[in-house]
């Protein structure tokens, strides 16, 4: 199953950098105020080690809220925890319904000859990292 899940991340992957998806989540600007200041006062107060204690507790932060990436839906998508990518799994899925496919390529090939079923993959896609992620979604360069 989780090669079923890769191949449909790739294909998204695809869809979003054709449609040149992008995704900035909010609240980032604060987000890196507070990673700089604990980074400050981590090295203040603790010098290298506690450069280090930070750089751990960013890390937890990070995998607790998710993905916190201005930028490429791509990039968003291959870095999501492994549950998130199996809930946009189950939501995509559930949208191509009987398609059945072999590898990433042939699934991709299949979504790419089906302009009906891009579209609504792709409505999916956004669906969910604006539902789950709290991103706003920007289509074009």
């Known amino acids: 199953m989780p090669l079923r899940v890769d191949d449909v991340m790739r294909l998204l992957c695809h869809l979003s950098e054709e449609r040149s998806i992008r995704a900035a989540v909010k609240h980032s ?6 990673a700089g200041a604990t980074a400050f006062v981590g090295g203040l107060m ?15 932060l990070k995998a607790w809220h998710g993905v916190g990436v201005d930028g490429g839906v791509p990039q968003i998508i291959m870095e999501l925890p492994p549950i998130q990518q199996q809930k946009l799994y189950n939501e995509v899925v559930a949208v191509m319904r ?16 089906n302009s009906v079923l891009q579209q609504q993959i ?14 706003q979604v920007q289509y074009g360069d």
């Open 29 to 34: 600007a604060r987000g890196a105020m507070v």
């Open 46 to 60: 603790g010098g290298p080690p506690g450069l280090a204690v930070v750089k751990a507790y960013r890390g937890i």
């Open 98 to 113: 009987d398609l059945d496919w072999t590898d990433s390529t042939h699934l991709i090939a299949l979504v790419m000859g």
């Open 122 to 135: 792709v409505a999916t896609l956004v669906s969910y990292v604006t539902r789950e992620l709290s991103a």
